[in-house]
Nanobody, 123 residues
Framework: QVQLVESGGDLVQPGDSLKLSCAAT???????ISWFRQAPGKEREGVSC????????IYADSVKGRFTISRDNAQNKVYLQMDSLEPEDTGLYYC?????????????????WGQGTQVTVSS
């Protein structure tokens, strides 16, 4: 059974940094893994994705240059380093395992989801 557990969310001020972690168990590590987020009243948004074999990454335009995704296949963990946080980054952050090897930020392509970790950016 696939399980994803996110951690690292917190209440921070604008300009601060946070590092989110996602621990994955119960699946082979060849699938792409992504971070998504959802703010109250808004649709779920793909933030960043990383492939397994090559470590190729993609980012939403809104986080390019500020967020960095990384992956430790040996430990089945994925990380999201978030720098220069803005109030617009507030939301529940989920990690998800794709049904495919290639990266996509289309949430319909994801088979497994964690419960999420809350990130709040506020002064």
């Amino acid at each position: 059974q696939v399980q994803l557990v996110e951690s690292g969310g917190d209440l921070v001020q604008p300009g601060d940094s946070l590092k989110l972690s996602c621990a994955a168990t119960g699946f082979t590590s060849i699938s792409a893994i992504s971070w998504f987020r959802q703010a109250p009243g808004k649709e779920r948004e793909g933030v960043s994705c990383i492939t397994s074999r090559t470590g190729s990454t993609i980012y939403a335009d809104s986080v390019k240059g500020r967020f960095t995704i990384s992956r430790d296949n040996a430990q089945n963990k994925v990380y999201l380093q978030m720098d220069s946080l803005e109030p617009e980054d507030t939301g529940l952050y989920y990690c998800a395992v794709a049904r495919q090897i290639a990266c996509t930020l289309e949430y319909r392509e994801y088979a497994y989801w964690g419960q999420g970790t809350q990130v709040t950016v506020s002064s």
